[in-house]
């Protein structure tokens, strides 16, 4: 009796096809350089634009200036088109453009924009990464999330056809560097300094939010998050550690109005959060489709010893744990928004076990918009969080500052390659991403 595989083979062929993981009902695995398609996973970079001050508010870091982009944006823009890449995350200098309130100098927003468009890339625009203008002063200004929404009208006006923001970069991290670090802007070092900063920059991308919300009610809000976690190795774990390791969910636990734990709504309110300004918080998300960022570098995860010392964990967690964590938490889609290493030579097995760390997210059924390598050029000073005016080059881009290539990005073109056209989730062919109403669409 013949085998029912012989006749098959025979008959039809070996039966080869490709599965429904990556859009099987196309005929295809998934590999191939990005296309833009709607549905199609997001591969980005980004362009480093951090603009705190230091020096208690005399000296600016503008790195998009100490990096040269402001010279050299059109050769930085083609890059990312050349290396195949459809989405940049990209940084308007909010410091230098919002002049005064009402005020704006447009002259360089608008010859990058108009680039970027002509460049058929899509724009994740960054609102405020780390600074805000000086006649605004710092986090401390409670006027602050009324000029910040206003700047955010403003953009959504001038820029109708964008769609994707990130109205405040890493609020965590701003208030925690601002107000209890005291590195930047305010350079405070008090919880209550740091509660006021967290609460002004929440309130502000609210704000924004909503006014973005008003010219595009389909706008995508990729709010980039440090994904962070501290890790004691004491017999008995202090309180204060317990607290720091629940204090990182503070900004999305108010962004997102996810009531926090009860040991933070005292820390807070201590620290001079009103009932009044929690019940505000409480009411309800911001508008737009919500989409969590996190941000990963392996300086994000620290051992604290029994010495009181503390040294880098990198990858004890790693991306996929902690974010896993954030996404059972907040219940958004979520995208790898940042990460990189200090070490060109390195850079492109770290950029490999990022990629793992995708993967895996992506075999638990978490949708996950997209990857970014962050940033496209090396950048300045991070090192040392841009604390000191050193100079000192860190290579930690797809490309050095001389825009000639660094091995992670023929290691990133690689991963094109091979993953460019999956879908944002496994299975995921019958979903797109449209100006509609969020639903189920099937081919028919």
């Known amino acids: ?92 200098p909010y410091y230098k453009m919002n002049r005064t309130e009402g005020r704006y100098d447009w002259e360089f927003a608008d010859k990058a924009m108009k680039l970027i468009q002509k460049l058929e890339l899509t724009p994740i625009l960054d609102l ?39 109205p405040v970069n890493e609020i965590y991290v ?21 509660v006021t900063a967290m609460k002004h920059i929440v309130a502000a991308s609210i704000l924004g939010t909503q006014e973005i919300a008003k010219h595009r009610n389909d706008c995508i809000i990729i709010q980039s998050e440090s994904a962070e976690y501290l890790h004691e190795t004491c017999a008995a ?43 505000w918080f409480m009411v309800g998300e911001p508008p737009g489709y919500q989409v969590m960022g ?54 492109p097995t770290w950029l490999w076990k990022q990629w793992i760390n995708i993967l895996r997210m992506r075999s638990d059924g978490v949708p996950v918009l997209g990857f970014t390598w962050y940033s496209l050029i090396d950048q300045i000073d991070w090192d040392i969080a841009l604390a000191e005016k050193k100079g000192k080059v860190n290579e930690c881009g797809l490309y050095d500052l001389n825009r000639k290539p660094r091995p992670v990005a023929d290691a990133y073109k690689m991963l094109l ?7 944002i989730v496994p299975h995921g062919e019958m979903f797109e991403v449209t100006n509609e109403a969020a639903k189920l669409k099937v081919e028919v």
Not at 6 to 17: H, L, N, Q, R, V
Not at 245 to 274: E, V
Request: proline share 4%.
């Open 174 to 194: 701003t208030a925690k560097l601002s107000a209890k670090d005291g590195i930047w802007n305010e350079q405070l070092k008090s919880d209550k300094a740091f």
């Open 237 to 279: 774990v202090s309180q204060k550690t317990k607290l720091t390791n629940k204090q990182r969910l503070i900004s999305l636990d108010l962004l997102y109005a996810y009531p926090p734990d009860a040991d933070i709504i005292h820390y807070l309110m201590d620290n001079g959060l009103t009932r009044e300004e929690y019940d």
């Open 294 to 347: 996190n941000d990963y570098y392996g300086q994000n995860e620290k051992i604290l010893k029994p010495d009181g010392s503390t040294c880098t964990a990198e990858d004890v967690f790693g991306w996929y744990q902690i974010t896993k964590e954030y996404y059972l938490r907040y219940k958004k889609p979520v995208m790898h928004t940042e990460t990189n290493i200090m070490d060109a030579e390195n850079a």
């Open 1 to 92: 009796m013949a085998n029912f595989l012989d006749i098959i083979k025979k008959e039809k062929g070996d039966g080869s096809y490709s599965g429904d993981e990556f859009g099987g009902g196309r005929g295809t695995d998934g590999s191939g350089m990005p296309t833009g398609k709607p549905g199609n996973f997001m591969f980005a970079t980004g362009i480093e634009c951090s603009y705190p001050t230091i020096g208690n508010g005399k000296i600016r870091r503008d790195l998009l200036e100490e990096c040269g982009h402001y010279e050299r944006f059109e050769e930085d823009l083609h890059l990312i088109k050349d290396l195949g890449l459809k989405v940049v995350r990209y940084g308007l």
């Open 417 to 423: 390659e091979e993953y460019g056209q999956i879908t």
């Open 128 to 166: 405020m990464h780390f600074g805000v203008p000086d006649w605004i002063g710092d986090y401390q200004n409670p006027e602050l999330p009324v000029h910040f929404a206003n700047y955010c009208a403003a953009v959504a006006r001038r820029y109708p056809w964008v769609r994707y923001y990130t």
